[in-house]
Nanobody, 124 residues
Framework: QVQLVESGGGLVQAGGSLRLSCAAS????????MGWFRQAPGKEREFVSA????????YYADSVKDRFSISRDNAKKTAGLQMNNLKPEDSAVYYC?????????????????WGQGTQVTVSS
């Protein structure tokens, strides 16, 4: 089992920045793909970004491209999501997720492990 714990959420004004972190523990492996999803009230959970084990490949949803940046530190077993120029529509619970293998999945069913989520609220 892999446990994931997110941190770094909060309230920020539009145009501001936040950095989310995800700490992995348990039967972790640096070969895992890490990802971030988000879910706003009344909406389905949606893909935000994913990164392969080495960090050489990253993928972003069109809605966050050029504003968000995903990273990972395999030695520390952490992943991060730097979010810049935040918009009110970015408000959601953000979930860290992980899966075995190098495929950068964009569906919730692609991922095996999930954190509890951290709230991000962007005020206008």
């Amino acid at each position: 089992q892999v446990q994931l714990v997110e941190s770094g959420g909060g309230l920020v004004q539009a145009g501001g920045s936040l950095r989310l972190s995800c700490a992995a523990s348990g039967r972790t492996s640096s070969s895992y793909t890490m990802g971030w999803f988000r879910q706003a009230p009344g909406k389905e959970r949606e893909f935000v970004s994913a990164i392969n084990w080495s960090g050489s490949r990253r993928y972003y949803a069109d809605s966050v491209k050029d504003r968000f940046s995903i990273s990972r530190d395999n030695a520390k077993k952490t992943a991060g999501l730097q979010m810049n120029n935040l918009k009110p529509e970015d408000s959601a619970v953000y979930y860290c997720t992980a899966k075995a293998g190098s495929y950068l999945g964009t569906a919730t069913t692609d991922y095996n492990y999930w954190g509890q989520g951290t709230q991000v609220t962007v005020s206008s």
